[in-house]
């Protein structure tokens, strides 16, 4: 579950070594967490690490890069 810990795109990008287009793509037909911040015409997204993990596990995704909250 949540941990509270919002990590960035680029920074789950680093997390499974893929491109921004495939968190997109998990987004939208994966059930990707996501929490977006604020409103307006394009709120800032993050994704909650404990959620994020949470995924992984149940999608069979493995983490490749475990530097990634030092991207920022």
Known sequence: G???????IKQ????FNVS??????WRQKLEF???ILG???NPPVRF???????WAKENH???VNLDYL???
């Not at 949540?2 to 960035?8: C, D, S, V």
């Not at 909650?48 to 949470?54: I, P, R, S, T, Y």
Request: hydrophobic fraction near 35%; proline fraction near 3%; aromatic fraction near 6%.
């Open 33 to 35: 967490p996501t929490k």
């Open 2 to 8: 949540a941990n509270g810990q919002l990590l960035m």
């Open 20 to 25: 921004t287009m495939s968190v997109y793509h």
């Open 48 to 54: 909650d690490e404990g959620c994020v993990l949470a």
């Open 12 to 15: 789950v990008c680093r997390m």
């Open 39 to 41: 409103g307006g015409k």
């Open 61 to 63: 995704r493995t983490v």
């Open 70 to 72: 030092d991207w920022t």
